[in-house]
Nanobody
Framework: VQLQASGGGLVQAGGSLRLSCAYSGFTLDYSSIGWFRQAPGKDREGVSCIRRGGATVYADSVKGRFTISRDNAKNTVYLQMNSLKPEDTAIYYC???????????????????WGQGTLVTVSS
């Protein structure tokens, strides 16, 4: 199982970025996949997930601004981030779930396979 996140960078508040997570060694037919972030001094938090079966979930803080999507042909999951705020600054990680539930909560403890992070910095 491998996941590799990319697409981070420095952007001004109000700007946009698109993160990509290329994965291999598993299929989303039996797993959930998600984006998480960790800011300095804070716990890792769930940002958005695609559950097994295709349902998407979002943290309240990003609803209406972020969109998660996937390209099955490319084995890639994306996180389109619009209207970025300084509080979105964090290292962003993609991860695969430990289990195969259709109703998995998008919390870090439910995800056991992690890619390296990509840093997103939003300046005010």
């Amino acid at each position: 199982v491998q996941l590799q996140a990319s697409g981070g960078g420095l952007v001004q508040a109000g700007g946009s970025l698109r993160l990509s997570c290329a994965y291999s060694g598993f299929t989303l037919d039996y797993s959930s996949i998600g984006w998480f972030r960790q800011a300095p001094g804070k716990d890792r938090e769930g940002v958005s997930c695609i559950r097994r079966g295709g349902a998407t979930v979002y943290a309240d803080s990003v609803k209406g601004r972020f969109t998660i999507s996937r390209d099955n042909a490319k084995n890639t999951v994306y996180l389109q981030m619009n209207s970025l705020k300084p509080e979105d600054t964090a290292i962003y990680y993609c991860a695969r779930s430990r289990g195969s539930s259709y109703y998995l909560a998008c919390t870090a403890s439910n995800f056991g396979f992690w890619g390296q992070g990509t840093l997103v910095t939003v300046s005010s």
